[in-house]
C-alpha cells in the first residue's frame, strides 16, 4: 500500500463551494512517518456567511422534508459512503490509526448514521412535527387543550470536533442534527482534518443532501462563534479548558445558545472483589484494561484512565497487565499484525509524556518506558503503552485530576465496594466506568453508586463475555456524555439526540386546532362519521374519521366461556364470594382482554378491504369493571395516519373508547393497523 500520495491543501466548503485560506496554513504530517500530508488554513473565509448560508438554503430545505425523507437521505448517504470506506481507510492510516482503530472511526461513523436512519423510519412518524407526550386537559368539556410540539430549531448546528475520531466524530453528530432538520457546520481538529474533509468530499459529490445542509471549516473558526444566535446550536468535543471558553463565549452567553461540551474524562474500570484470580471476571478485565489502553493508542475520550482493583489483587492484577501490554508493541498503522499505532503527532506525544511526569509526583511506572523509540520508527510519534501504579489513591490526588491522553492508565487499590465508588468519584464526572464481576449485590451497590457521576456504566462478566461491546464503545442508542468535568452535555441516546436540535413547545388551544397543527386526532376535536372507516384507503382516510357501534351485552356465559376456553379462571371472574371479598369489584367480573375481543367484534369490519393487518396496541387500561349484563359501546377515531415513504402501505393509529350503557369508560387504548394507500376499483369489484 503506497502511502506517499502529494501534499495537498486542504479547503473548506462553505456557502456550496470548495474555498481554500488565504495563506498556504500549517503543515499536516503524517503520525507514523513524518511525512508531510496537507497544509490548513481557514483564513479569509466569511463566516458569518457561511452560517447565514446554512439558515437560509440549508434550514428551509430541510425542514420541507418529513422525518422519513431525511432518514431515507441518510440511508443512502451512509450507503454511498460504505462503498468508498477503502479510500478512507488508506487516509486514515496516516492519522496513526491501524485497521481496526481506523474500523472504530470509519465504519462505526457510517454505522453510526444508518441507525439513525433505521431508527427515524421506525421510532417517527412521516411528519415533519413531533408531539412530544399524551394531550393535556385543560377544561372538563375537552374544548381547551394543550399538546407538547417539537419543530426544529432554525438556525445551524456548529460541530467543534476532536482529532482522535475525525470520522465517527463528524457523523455522529451530524446524523441526528440532520435528522431533526437542522444544517450543520463542521469545523474538524487540524491534526487529523484531511481524512474529514475527505469525507466531506465524498458526501458532497453525491448530491445526496441538499444545498447548505453540510459545511466545513479547515482551519480556525475565526469569528463565527460572535455569529450564533439563539436559534443555532454548538457541540464541542475536546479539552475541558477550551470547552470552558467556549461556553462562555459573549454570543452564545447572550443569547443563550445552546451549547453541549464532550470533555476530558478521567473513566474508571472496577474489579469488583468477587473476581480474583481464576474467575472469568478477573481475565476479562484485565483483557479490556490492555485493550483500551492500546486501542487509538488510548486517544479515545472514553478509555480507561483509572484502574481500580481489591487491594489484595494488585499484585496479580499488575503482573497480568504487564506481561498482556508487552505484547502491543508499536507499528506501522497499515502493517498486519500491528496492534498500536502511533499518537496523532509529535506534539501530542510531548504533551501525554508532560502529563506522565505529572503523574509520576504521586505514582510510579510499572511498566513501559515513555521514552522508549521503536528501532527504525523514529520519525513517527509512536510511544509503548505506560502503566503506573498509585498505592495510595486516596491522597494521589494527581491521578484523579490529570489526564494523560495517550495509551496510559494508572493500577490503584481499594478497600471495599464504598472505597471504590469513592475513588471513582474523585475523577469530578466521567463519560464512561466498567465493572467486572458475577456478584449481583456488588453491581447493585456499585452501579448505584457510580451512576450519579457517570453518564454510562458497563458491566462486565462470563455471561455477556461474548456479546458484549466493550467498555469504551459508545453506542448510537446510549447516550454519550457524562456530568462534570465530563462536560455535563449529551449526544447519541437514540432519539434524545435529535431532539437536542428541536424546540419544545407548549402549544395551546381547541382540540380541533391542535390537531390541525399536529396531525393527531385528539378527545374534544371535530370527528366525522359516514362510510366505515376500515373500507377507506390511505388515499381516503382522514384523521378524526369516525365509527360508533352497535352495542352488545355481557353476560355470565360469556364470561366462563371466555374463562374455560383461554384458561384464565383468575377467581375474580368465576368466584363471586372472593370477587366482592377483593375492594375493587362488587361482584365476578368480565376478563379485561374479553372486553378488547368483544371491542373488535363490534368494529372491524370482516371483508377484504384497504385495512391489511393489526399490529398492536398501545396505552391499553381497563378503567371500570363490567358485570354480567353491562353492555358494551365502541367508538373508533383515526387518530394518526402515518405513511412509509418506501412502501404501498402506512400504519394508522386509532383511538378506541369502549363504554358502557351509563357512558362509562370501560377500556381505553390505541389500536394499531396496516393500511393500503389505495385500495383500486379492481380490488372493490372483487369485494
Known sequence: ????????????????????????????????????????????????????????????????????????????????????????????YRTGATRADGWV?????????????????????NTRVLTDGDLEPLSKDHSFSAQHILTPLQGVAVHINAYNFPVWGMLEKIAPALLAGMPCIVKPASQTAYLT????????????????????????????????????????????????????????????????????????????????????????????????????????????????VPAAHIDAVQDALALRLAGATPGLPEAEGTRMGPL???????????????LQAVAHIVAGDPDALPEGLEGGAFMAPVLLRADDPMTAVAVHDCEAFGPVATLMP????????????????????????????????????????????MIGNRVSAKSSTGHGSPLAGLVHGGPGRAGGGEELGGMRGVKHYMQRTAVQGAPGLLSAVTGRWSEGAPAQTGTHPFRKSLAELRIGDQLV??????????????AHFTGDTFYAHMDSDAARANPFFDDRVAHGYLIASFAAGLFVDPAPGPVLANYGVDHMRFLAPVYFGDTLQVRLTCKEINPRANADHGEVRWDCQVTKQDGTVAAQYDVLTMVAKTWGQAARAAE
Request: charged share 25%; proline share 4%.
Open 414 to 457: 481499594y478497600e471495599g465496594v464504598d472505597q471504590a465508588v469513592a475513588l471513582a468519584a474523585m475523577g469530578k464526572g466521567s463519560l464512561v466506568s466498567s465493572v467486572f464481576t458475577d456478584d449481583a449485590r456488588v453491581a447493585e451497590e456499585m452501579v448505584l453508586g457510580l451512576a450519579p457521576f457517570h453518564g454510562r456504566v
Open 1 to 92: 500500500m503506497t502511502m506517499n500520495a502529494a501534499p495537498r491543501r486542504l479547503e473548506s466548503l462553505i456557502c456550496g463551494r470548495w474555498t481554500p485560506g488565504e495563506r498556504q496554513g500549517a503543515p499536516l504530517l503524517d503520525a507514523a512517518t513524518g511525512a508531510l500530508v496537507a497544509h490548513i488554513d481557514a483564513s479569509g473565509i466569511d463566516m458569518g456567511a457561511a452560517l447565514d448560508w446554512g439558515r437560509r438554503t440549508g434550514g428551509p430545505a430541510l425542514r420541507a422534508m418529513s422525518f422519513h425523507d431525511r432518514a431515507a437521505m441518510l440511508k443512502a448517504l451512509g450507503l454511498a459512503l460504505m462503498a468508498r470506506k477503502e479510500a478512507f481507510y488508506t487516509e486514515s
Open 105 to 125: 472511526d470509519i465504519e462505526g461513523g457510517i454505522g453510526t448514521m444508518l441507525t439513525y436512519a433505521s431508527k427515524g423510519r421506525r421510532e417517527l412518524p
Open 197 to 308: 474533509e475527505l469525507v466531506v468530499r465524498a458526501i458532497n459529490d453525491t448530491g445526496i443532501l441538499p444545498a447548505g445542509a453540510l459545511q466545513l471549516i479547515c482551519g480556525s473558526v475565526g469569528d463565527l462563534l460572535d455569529h450564533v444566535t439563539g436559534q443555532d446550536v454548538v457541540t464541542f468535543t475536546g479539552s475541558a479548558w477550551t470547552g470552558r471558553k467556549l461556553r462562555s463565549h459573549k454570543a452564545i452567553v447572550e443569547n443563550s445558545t445552546r451549547f453541549t461540551m464532550e470533555a476530558d474524562s478521567l473513566n474508571a474500570s472496577i474489579l469488583g472483589p468477587d473476581a480474583g484470580p481464576g474467575t472469568p471476571e478477573f481475565d476479562l478485565f484485565v483483557r479490556e484494561v490492555a485493550r483500551e489502553m492500546t486501542s487509538k493508542a488510548g486517544q479515545k475520550c472514553t478509555a480507561i484512565r483509572r484502574v481500580m
Open 549 to 562: 357501534t352497535a352495542a352488545r351485552p355481557v353476560t355470565q356465559e360469556d364470561v366462563e366461556h371466555f
Open 344 to 358: 496523532a503527532s509529535l506534539d501530542q506525544r510531548e504533551e501525554v509524556r508532560a502529563r506522565i511526569r505529572e
